[in-house]
C-alpha cells in the first residue's frame, strides 16, 4: 500500500511543478484524483504508450479537462511520448501540453475536453460506437472490438445539464462497458457546493437505469479496485463509481478547500506538501523505480500483440470482413464510390422534381446509406420533420446491428455524442435538429469545429419559410453564425442535385464538421451543364447569365434562388444584363483559387445583390459596403410562408423595384 500511495503521490507532485512554474493551471483535480487513477491507469485500463492508436485500446476521457495535469502526468510516467520537458512547458506556447486537453496536440489524448460534461458525452459516443461497431464484426471466439470507455469526471460535469441529457440516454441504450469515476470532492471554484447542488446523485443516476457503487473512499485503493471490478461484471447496464475525495489531497492548507481547485499551490505550500506527502525530491525529479512501476510500454506491446496474433487468424477466417473493418477505421470511402454518387447526381440533373431540401436529403440517404455502411445518423426526437431515416434504417436500440439513434429530446447531448462517434473510427455520424435549435448544441457544434470532427450536422426548417410556426422556429441569426465558426463548413442548397453535392463534400471531408442547412418547404429544381455540376463543388457558380458583359450579380442560395432567377428575367425584360450566382457554400467558394473567384464575381461588376432570407449582415462581405442585400433584420413572424416572403420583402415585384432604385 505504501507504494502505491508512492505511485499516487509521483502524479501529484508532478502536476503541482507544473502548475506552479506556469503559474497558471488546476492542481486540485489531479491531486484529489491520483489514487483513483493509480489503479485505473495501473490495473485495468488497456492501452500501449507506443501505439496510442491502436483500435482496439480502451478510451480513456477526463471530463473534468481542467485537470489536465494529471493526465498528462499519467501519460509520462506510464511512456507515451511526452517529455519531462513537455511537462515542463505546460500552458506555453505550442506544448504537447495545453492548459486544457487537446486531441492531435497530445499522444494519448482522445478528445478535447474542458467545458464541462461534453467529455462525459462523448465518452457516451465512443461507447455506442464500441457496442455497435463490435456488432458488425465481432464473431465467435474472435471479439476484434472489446474495449471499455473509462470516464473521469467532478461536480462540474455532473451538474451541468448535458449530463442528464447523455446518461440518461446511455442508461437507455445500456452501454455495459462505459464506467465512469465521479470524484465527489464537493468544491468548485465558487466555494463548497452544498449551497447550490444537494443532489443525491446515485439516486439520479438509478433512475437512469445506471449500476451505481456509491461511497468508495478514493484514496482507498483497495476500494476503488474493488468497485472497479463489481462495474465491470455489470454487462448491462453503465457504471458509475461515486469517489469521495478531497481536492488538493495532500496539500497541509489548501486541501479540501477551493483555493486549491485553479491557481497554482504557490512556493511555500508545494513545501509542505511534499513534506506531508513525505516526497523528498527535487521539483520535476522522479526516482527511476517509480518510473520502473509506472512503465506500461512492455506489456502495452503485449497487448497489442496478442490482439495482432487474433486479427490475422481473424483475416484469414473472414478476409472480407477485416478488410472492411481496416476500411471503416482507417476512414476510406469504398473503391466504388465517387462514380456511383456521380450517377445519382446525373441522374437527379436529367429528371428534375420540386421537393424540399429536406426531402432531397432523405433521397440522397437512401443512395448513400446503401453505399456507406459506416454512417450512422440520428435525429433529436424530429426524425420525420428532418427526414433523417431511410428505407435501412434500424435503430440502435432494437438491434444492435443497429444504424440509426433516437436521441429524443437532447440536441446538445446529440451533437456531443456524435463527436465520440466520430473519434471512436469506424463511423460518419450524422445529427438533426431544426436549424434554430442549433442553439440548445450550440458549444458541441464549436467542439466539433475546435476538434475537426467528422460530423454532418442536418438542420431542417432553415428560414422564415417554414412558416406558421413562427418566430421561435424561424432561424435569422443562425446562418450566419455558423458561417462563422471557423472550421465549420455550411451548405445551404437550393434543391436535389445542390443538396446531394453538399452531402458528397460532407462525407469526404475528413477534417471537421460539415452542416446541411434545409427547406422544409418544397422548391424548383434547375437544370445544370457537366461544368456547373462540377462547380457547384466549388461553393459557389455561374447559374445564369443573359449577357457576356453583365452590369448586375445576383448572389442567392437556398429557396431563395429560384426568386433570384424570375428577378433576374424580369429585369432582363426591362434592359439590364444580369448574372445569377448560386453560392450554396461560402466557405468552399472561398478556398477557391483567385482566378475563379474572380471568374464568378469579377471586381469590375460592382453593381451586386444577395438575396437570402437570414441574417442580411453577413453578405457585405461579397457585395460591398454599396451593394444591395435583401436579407432578415428582424425576427418573422407566424404565418403562411408566402405571406411571410412578401412582408419581408422577398417577392419579386419588391426586390426588383428595390434593384432599380439602388443602382
Known sequence: MFLKKKLANAIRVLSIDAIQKANSG??????????????????????????????????????NGHGSMLLYSLLHLTGYDVSMEDLKNFRQLSSKTPGHPEIGSTPGVEITTGPLGQGLATAVGM?????TLGSYFNRSCYNIVDHYTWVFMGDGCVMEGISHEVCSLAG??????????????????????????????????????WHVVNNIDGHDSEAVRNAIIESKSIIDRPSIIICNTVIGFGSPNKAGTEESHGSPLGDKEIILTKKALQWFHKPFYIPEEIYKEWDARKIGKLKEEIWNIKFDEYKTRYPELSKEYIRRMKGDLPKNWEEKIYKFIEKLNKFP??????????????????????????????????????????????????NYIHYGVREFGMTAISNGISHHGGFIPYSATFLVFV???????????????QQILVYTHDSIGLGEDGPTHQPIEQLSSLRLTPNMSVWRPSD????????????????????LILSRQNLSQFFRTKEQIKNIERGGYILYEDSSVPNIIIISTGSELKIALDVALVLRSIGYAIRVVSMPSTDVFD??????????????I???VAIEASMRDFWYKYVGLNGLIIGMKTFGESAPSEKLFDKFGFSISKIVQKIKLFF
Open 127 to 131: 461507447a455506442i460506437a464500441e457496442r
Open 591 to 604: 478556398q477557391q483559387d483567385s482566378s475563379y473567384r474572380e471568374f464568378v464575381l469579377p471586381s469590375t
Open 439 to 453: 442553439e440548445y448544441a450550440r458549444n458541441a457544434v464549436r467542439m466539433a469545429a475546435l476538434m475537426k470532427t
Open 172 to 209: 437507455t441504450l445500456g452501454l455495459g462497458k462505459l464506467i465512469v469515476f465521479y470524484d465527489k470532492n464537493g468544491i468548485s471554484i465558487d466555494g463548497n457546493t452544498n449551497d447550490w447542488f444537494n443532489d443525491d446523485t446515485a439516486l439520479r443516476f438509478q433512475s437512469y437505469h
Open 496 to 515: 436535389q442535385v445542390e443538396t446531394a453535392i453538399a452531402w458528397k463534400y460532407a462525407v469526404e471531408r475528413k477534417n471537421g464538421p460539415t452542416a
Open 606 to 608: 460592382l453593381q451586386r
Open 353 to 402: 422534381e420540386t421537393i424540399a431540401t429536406r426531402k432531397a436529403s432523405q433521397n440522397t440517404l437512401e443512395v448513400l446509406g446503401s453505399l456507406l455502411p459506416e454512417l450512422i445518423g440520428g435525429s433529436a426526437d424530429l426524425a420525420p420533420s428532418n427526414l433523417t431515416m431511410w428505407s435501412g434504417s434500424k435503430s440502435i436500440k432494437s438491434t444492435l446491428f443497429g
Open 26 to 63: 488546476h492542481p486540485g483535480t489531479p491531486m484529489g484524483m491520483a489514487d483513483i487513477a493509480e489503479v485505473l491507469w495501473r490495473n485495468f485500463l488497456k492501452h500501449n504508450p507506443g501505439n496510442p492508436l491502436w483500435y482496439d485500446r480502451d478510451r480513456f476521457v477526463l471530463s
